[in-house]
């Protein structure tokens, strides 16, 4: 079955380290997203990639990082520059025009807590 | 100012009761699109129905339809026949900037959904 694969499903980071989140994806799908989800709250744009070896900021970036060397896959580091990680982070994908209709198909998520 | 407004923190609906979610959003753009997300417990985003600026109609898709009001910029979720199942958090999302390339979504802060036996 085609689908967005993200691992590890709970992580847990030490002060001061950086620690990367997989997210894999078989959908042949173009463009590739990072939201981050608090307690409560929406989703918040991390970083997007629109097709392989490019990626740009989204809404909350600082203290991120990511690369997408081949189109399956869009990894997402939290850096020890990121001061609140505590999070839910859900990636994703879509395929179709710029002007597509075509919905976002998420990962089950990983959630990142401090040690 | 806020791109997505859900007011609702949290509705609750008797099973088999219809039930409306109210999503209120804010563009300047002439082409964009607006989707509903369910969020059960477990996490996982689940897409449920969409609806085009420029549709005439509003989407329907099975026990979900979209009351799309593009003056009022509203397109609040109806759920017909509440299902204990339908219990989870509801997110309205919108994709705007055609032609920038930019193809992510902006995300509400969601409705919690309790459905009654």
């Known amino acids: 079955d085609g689908g967005i694969t993200q691992s590890p499903k709970y992580l847990f980071r030490k002060e001061g380290q950086n620690v990367t989140l997989s997210c894999e994806q078989n959908l042949n799908h173009d463009a590739m997203y990072w939201y981050r989800q608090d307690p409560g709250q929406g989703l918040r744009l991390i970083y997007y990639s629109q097709i392989v070896n490019d990626f740009q900021k989204g809404d909350i970036a600082e203290g991120y990082s990511v690369s997408r060397e081949k189109k399956e896959s869009f990894p997402l580091t939290v850096t020890s520059a990121q001061k609140n990680p505590t999070a839910f982070y859900l990636c994703?994908?879509?395929?179709?025009?710029?002007?597509?209709?075509?919905?976002?198909?998420f990962g089950d998520g990983t959630r990142l807590s401090i040690l | 100012a806020q791109k997505i407004t859900q007011t609702q923190p949290g509705m609750f609906v008797q099973e088999k009761e219809a039930v409306t979610l109210d999503c209120t959003y804010d563009?300047?753009?002439?082409?964009?699109?607006l989707f509903w997300y369910k969020q059960p417990s477990s996490g996982e985003m689940i897409f449920l129905i969409y609806q085009g600026s420029y549709d005439e109609q509003n989407a329907t898709e099975g026990r979900y339809s979209l009351n799309f009001q593009k003056a009022r910029k509203s397109a609040n979720l109806v759920i017909s026949a509440s299902q204990l199942g339908d219990s989870a958090m509801y997110f309205c999302?919108?994709?705007?900037?055609w032609g920038t390339g930019r193809r992510a979504l902006t995300f509400g802060s969601g409705t919690r959904l309790q459905v009654q036996p």
């Open positions: 999302a919108m994709r705007e900037g």
């Open positions: 994703a994908s879509s395929s179709g025009t710029e002007n597509s209709n075509q919905p976002q198909h």
């Open positions: 563009t300047s753009d002439q082409s964009y699109g």
